[in-house]
């Protein structure tokens, strides 16, 4: 046994301290799915920990680290949710799905240099993986390396000029570069010809809202409150920003305890909270 086997072993074991039925790893395995579908995320976690300690050395474990690690990210486990993503992919380290699964995890943890390895990773193994790239392009607007998106993003274009990801990047690019109106113009024209994507909302709220346009900013956010089934922590935030600057402070107060209840940054949450006082 080489040494990665050993340590995902290892994993393994922290992973599933759990006590095991009688039923076999396809009936374990399937009923974590049962539990998934009616929502009971702890018991379908229970059922993959009871599936991969059935079969520690099943070669299909990798799918179930994958899966295991998705729960716990939605239950607000991130570090458990890293510890069975690594797990898996120490089984299969070319991975796109858990590759791309753990770049958005580091994402969520703040930890934007690691997220850049897995896309350098991503885009390795498939250097035509569009939504790696323009994820990457992303995360460059974001670290103000505004030359590497620009290249990310036109390459995505030079593959397929009419590329929704293609142009959404550039309109975040402007959007960081203060570039407004062109960066509204482009939405604008991305939401005429696909309606019913709501990032495509959010991101032009947030560009109202740096417009001080706080009208048109609320209305998009309404779109995106009526599609979205679990509003993330940041729209909260953006929300509770733009009820503030409409001096609604009780309004906004209570958007930004529901933020910091979805896992917020508390520092910057409570700054926010005591503006409405």
Same mark, same amino acid.
């Given at each position: 046994?080489?040494?990665?086997?050993?340590?995902?072993?290892?994993?393994?074991c922290?992973?599933?301290?759990?006590?095991?039925?009688?039923? +076999?790893?396809?009936?374990?395995?399937?009923?974590?799915?049962?539990?998934?579908? $009616?929502?009971? *995320?702890?018991?379908?976690?229970?059922?993959?920990?009871?599936?991969?300690?059935?079969?520690?050395?099943?070669?299909?474990?990798?799918?179930?680290?994958?899966?295991?690690?998705?729960?716990?990210?939605?239950?607000?486990?991130?570090?458990?949710?890293l510890t069975?993503? +690594?797990?898996?992919?120490?089984?299969?380290?070319?991975n796109?799905?858990?590759?791309?699964?753990?770049?958005?995890?580091?994402?969520?943890r703040?930890?934007?240099?690691?997220?850049? &390895?897995?896309?350098?990773?991503?885009?390795?193994?498939?250097? &035509?993986?569009?939504?790696a790239? #323009?994820? $990457?392009?992303?995360?460059?607007?974001?670290?103000?390396?505004?030359?590497? &998106?620009?290249?990310? #993003?036109?390459q995505?274009? /030079?593959? !397929? $000029?009419?590329?929704?990801?293609?142009?959404?990047?550039f309109?975040?690019?402007?959007k960081?570069?203060?570039n407004?109106? !062109?960066?509204? /113009?482009?939405? +604008?024209?991305?939401?005429?010809?696909?309606? !019913?994507? *709501?990032?495509?909302?959010e991101?032009?709220?947030?560009?109202? #809202?740096?417009?001080?346009?706080?009208?048109?900013?609320?209305?998009?956010?309404?779109?995106?409150? /009526?599609?979205?089934?679990?509003?993330?922590?940041?729209?909260?935030?953006?929300r509770?920003?733009?009820?503030?600057?409409?001096?609604?402070?009780?309004?906004?107060?209570?958007d930004?305890?529901?933020?910091?209840? *979805?896992?917020?940054?508390?520092?910057?949450?409570?700054?926010?909270?005591?503006?409405t006082?």
């Amino acid at each position: 046994m080489n040494i990665k086997r050993i340590i995902v072993a290892a994993l393994l074991c922290a992973l599933c301290g759990v006590k095991l039925g009688a039923q +076999t790893y396809e009936e374990l395995i399937q009923q974590s799915y049962d539990y998934a579908d $009616r929502g009971d *995320l702890p018991a379908a976690e229970q059922a993959l920990k009871a599936a991969l300690h059935r079969e520690p050395a099943n070669r299909n474990n990798f799918a179930l680290l994958s899966n295991l690690g998705t729960i716990q990210r939605r239950l607000g486990r991130r570090d458990e949710a890293l510890t069975s993503y +690594t797990a898996a992919l120490g089984l299969q380290p070319d991975n796109k799905l858990i590759l791309s699964n753990r770049a958005e995890l580091f994402i969520e943890r703040g930890e934007t240099e690691r997220a850049l &390895a897995d896309y350098e990773t991503l885009l390795r193994v498939d250097p &035509a993986d569009v939504e790696a790239r #323009f994820r $990457r392009g992303v995360l460059y607007v974001e670290l103000k390396e505004y030359m590497l &998106a620009d290249a990310d #993003f036109e390459q995505i274009l /030079a593959r !397929d $000029r009419d590329s929704k990801l293609g142009r959404l990047g550039f309109a975040l690019l402007d959007k960081a570069r203060g570039n407004y109106a !062109d960066s509204e /113009a482009v939405l +604008t024209f991305l939401i005429g010809r696909d309606p !019913d994507d *709501l990032r495509l909302y959010e991101e032009r709220a947030e560009l109202y #809202f740096l417009m001080k346009k706080n009208a048109r900013a609320m209305a998009d956010l309404r779109r995106v409150f /009526a599609g979205e089934r679990e509003p993330s922590a940041y729209l909260y935030i953006l929300r509770g920003k733009i009820r503030l600057a409409q001096y609604e402070k009780e309004a906004a107060a209570t958007d930004f305890k529901k933020a910091l209840d *979805l896992g917020a940054d508390r520092a910057e949450v409570e700054g926010l909270i005591k503006m409405t006082y």
